[in-house]
Nanobody
Framework: QVQLVESGGGLVQAGGSLRLSCAAS????????MGWYRQAPGKQRELVAT???????NYTDSVKGRFTISRDNAKNTVALQMNSLKPEDTAVYYC???????????????WGQGTQVTVSS
């Protein structure tokens, strides 16, 4: 059993910053890609950023230069530092990871429960 638990969402004014964190726990053998997705009301879920192991990062164009993704392999965590936030960044943010478990030793996709980020203008 694997769980992803997010924290750090909230309400912030435009131009402000928030830091999201996600911790993976359970019977984990290895983690390949970790990332963040978001879903705004009435829109499809979209990729925000991913980080591989070793740390190669990828960002959607709208957050480049403002968001930074990082991971701690020893702790099985991934973080998203969000600066210069805009109202259009308002969404539920989901942690995502490709994890191989000790039971099956094959990679599966896991999601967190989501954390709300609201940016006021």
């Amino acid at each position: 059993q694997v769980q992803l638990v997010e924290s750090g969402g909230g309400l912030v004014q435009a131009g402000g910053s928030l830091r999201l964190s996600c911790a993976a726990s359970g019977s984990i053998l290895s983690i390949s890609v970790m990332g963040w997705y978001r879903q705004a009301p009435g829109k499809q879920r979209e990729l925000v950023a991913t980080v591989t192991s070793p740390s190669r990062t990828n960002y959607t164009d709208s957050v480049k230069g403002r968001f930074t993704i990082s991971r701690d392999n020893a702790k099985n965590t991934v973080a998203l530092q969000m600066n210069s936030l805009k109202p259009e960044d308002t969404a539920v943010y989901y942690c995502n990871a490709e994890i191989a478990t000790r039971t099956w030793n094959v990679y599966g996709i896991y999601w967190g429960q989501g954390t709300q980020v609201t940016v006021s203008s």
